[in-house]
């Protein structure tokens, strides 16, 4: 990247937004359940589709149920995750994607609920 400077904010990559304590504490512990990676590319998951799952997995945990995706963004840098800025708010963030998939990252959803049959008359 020359020529250009990245700001990390509340909204992304960009200029301004606000980052919380709280929320920023979420998207860490969160990310720290995955194993990193040697590098970050285009195949790697999406700043933004990590932060709403950093939502589900904080609220599920009795912490933060909303991270912004600077937060995460910058929770994954300070973490020393492999970064790549494609030029637009998101970023590739480094982390094993077969981690996602185990229980003890994501929550169970929800059962389904039961629900009562059609009373027709």
């Known amino acids: 990247m020359t020529g250009q ?7 992304g990559v ?3 937004g606000e980052i ?20 970050a590319g285009p195949r790697s998951p999406s700043s933004y589709w990590l932060k709403h799952l950093a939502e589900r ?11 912004n995706n ?14 790549q800025w494609g030029g637009g708010l998101n970023v590739g963030i480094g982390v094993r994607l077969e981690d996602l998939r185990t229980s003890r990252v994501l929550p169970r959803p929800h059962p389904p609920r039961a629900i009562a049959p059609p009373v027709f008359r």
């Open 5 to 11: 400077r990245m700001n990390i904010t509340g909204n």
């Open 14 to 16: 960009e200029v301004g």
């Open 20 to 39: 919380n304590a709280e929320r920023l504490a979420t998207a860490a512990a969160f990310l720290r359940l995955l194993r990193p990676t040697k590098g």
């Open 57 to 67: 997995w904080g609220e599920a945990n009795g912490l933060s149920p909303y991270v």
């Open 70 to 83: 600077g937060e995460l963004i910058l929770a994954a840098v300070a973490l020393g995750l492999r970064v």
